[in-house]
């Protein structure tokens, strides 16, 4: 492995196993043997051709921003990492397409395509951490989504490498593709246990120009997200609807430690409600068809931001929340995502169980696409309490998701941590499939192995 990638990118010190034995989730830490950070799509091929033979657990890692504990090497082995894998290969102004390395930085990648007016649209509220590369492998959504889907409507097409060292493209860079079975969208969201993503081809479209931002306070948790559906019903598609309940927003200004605007005492939860466009007297419109909709929902005065600070400083708010949960306490973080105007119903059901099994909860989340991020508080918990209390709980939230029509993992993906509870959401048939599916890619298993399925 020396010779492939050089005595300086295969690192085996324990700082460096350490540092890449551990993702965002929980305190849930790893290590592997060795990490190799291979230059380019020969080199991981290489890689990968020695782990076949020698059967060695491969996990990729991005950025390590995950939710679900995908990039952690549980079985040892090799963790590559595709942190040199930063090159934005080409941008094809004609076409409105990009092609990239998976390790370019999300915003880096989003800046960059902003400065010749080009938009790429998912936003992860990581995104100044996050790799596209992870963002494919987990299929990852954020605030914008609600306007402009998730990575995987992004897609155009993958160059991967195969457990077994063969490298392939998944499908052609065409807006249409009706030639074979859909190997692109398998490998969105495969968590890096089919191959490994070493070149991306994603779609774009114009950046608009002009955007509006309000804050909405609410004296009721449940009228906030009542107020979700009623929104799109009226004819208006946000580009942004975020939800924040009390603490959620109360965290995120400690931890950021200023606000454009003051929480006062009787404000239970906020909606964060963005347009955007490219004129902006029907964005003008759009706010206030939005305002009377918000109004029949008894929320308090609507805070406008007009100007760039304040939206800026208004989505550090949001996107802080994460980062305020995890310094007040450990957390599991669940991703439930229901149709959208069962979301009252999901904040019910959360507190209610958070009382039945005595833990505290965080909710927020992008409840645009009834996407609710339920962050379980360690606290004080005993051992008991959150290893088996707690996952009493999250059964009964995630079964209640799925009689509602909805599902366990909105963006975050499957990972480890989610994986107990996949016979909630998938028939032993369906799971049987993907089982089938995984080991026509991976026959030995040494992709990510424990993750998933
Ligand atoms: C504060 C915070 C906010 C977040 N907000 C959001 C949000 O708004 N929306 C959202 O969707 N997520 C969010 N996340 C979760 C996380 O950032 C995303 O899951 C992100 O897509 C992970 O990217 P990464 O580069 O860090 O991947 P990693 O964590 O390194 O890896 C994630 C998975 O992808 C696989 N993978 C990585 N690179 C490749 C590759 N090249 N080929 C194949 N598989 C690969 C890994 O093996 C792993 O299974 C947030 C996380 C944090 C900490």
């Known amino acids: 492995m020396r010779d492939i ?3 300086s990118y295969l690192l085996t010190t324990e700082q460096a196993l350490r540092e890449h034995g551990h ?5 849930l830490v790893f290590l592997p043997e060795a990490v190799a950070l291979p230059g380019s799509t020969a080199e991981v091929s290489a890689l990968m051709k020695i782990c076949y033979r020698e ?3 491969v996990t990729v890692r991005g950025g390590g921003t995950g939710l679900a504990g995908g990039a952690l090497p549980i079985e040892g082995g090799l963790v590559i990492s595709m942190k040199r894998l930063d090159r934005i290969v080409h941008i094809d102004t004609r076409n409105f397409q990009v092609t990239t390395q998976p390790g370019v930085v999300t915003e880096t990648l989003q800046n960059t395509l902003k400065e010749k007016g080009l938009f790429y649209p998912p936003d992860p509220s990581s995104r100044g951490w996050s790799f596209i590369g992870g963002n494919v492998g987990t299929n990852a959504g954020g605030p914008k989504a609600v306007k402009y889907g998730v990575v995987k409507d992004h897609v155009l097409n993958l160059e991967v490498v195969l457990p077994n060292g063969e490298v392939i493209w998944t499908g052609s860079n065409t807006l249409k593709n009706s030639t074979g079975y859909n190997l692109t969208q398998l490998l969105v969201g495969s968590e890096g246990t089919l191959g490994i993503v070493t070149q991306i081809v994603l779609k774009l479209q114009p950046y608009p120009t002009q955007s509006l931002l309000m804050l909405v306070p609410f004296r009721s948790a449940e009228s906030a997200c009542a ?3 009623a929104i799109f019903q009226s004819g208006v598609t946000p580009s942004g609807l975020e939800f924040m309940e009390r603490n959620a927003i109360d965290w995120a200004v400690r931890y950021v430690g200023e606000t454009p605007v003051p929480i006062r005492e009787e404000d239970a939860a906020h909606l964060l409600i963005e347009v955007d466009g490219f004129h902006m007297d029907s964005l003008i419109a759009d706010c206030e068809t939005i305002s009377r909709v918000l109004n029949e929902y008894d929320c308090g005065e609507i805070f406008f931001a007009d100007d760039d600070a304040t939206k800026t400083a208004l989505w550090k708010l949001r996107r802080n929340v994460a980062h305020a949960v995890k ?9 439930t995502v229901v149709p959208r105007a069962e979301l009252p119903f999901l904040l019910q059901k959360v507190k209610e169980t958070g009382s039945k099994y005595g833990f505290e909860s965080v909710c927020y989340g992008h409840a645009g696409d009834g996407n609710l991020h339920v962050n379980i508080l360690r606290g004080n918990l005993s051992d008991d309490a959150w290893n088996i209390g707690v996952t009493k709980g999250v059964r009964e939230i995630f079964k209640y998701v799925k009689s509602v029509g909805g599902t366990i993992s909105g963006e975050h993906g ?3 941590v989610q994986r107990p509870y996949l016979d909630i959401v998938f ?3 369906e799971l ?15 992709m990510n192995p424990g993750k998933v399925i």
């Open 5 to 7: 990638v050089s005595e």
């Open 23 to 27: 993702d965002e989730t929980e305190d």
């Open 55 to 57: 059967r060695i657990p």
């Open 227 to 229: 107020a979700v559906a």
């Open 327 to 335: 310094r007040n306490s450990v957390y599991k973080e669940e991703d």
């Open 414 to 416: 499957i990972g480890l």
């Open 427 to 429: 028939s032993k048939t």
């Open 432 to 446: 049987k499939l993907m089982r089938q599916i995984k080991k026509v890619f991976d026959p030995k298993g040494i």
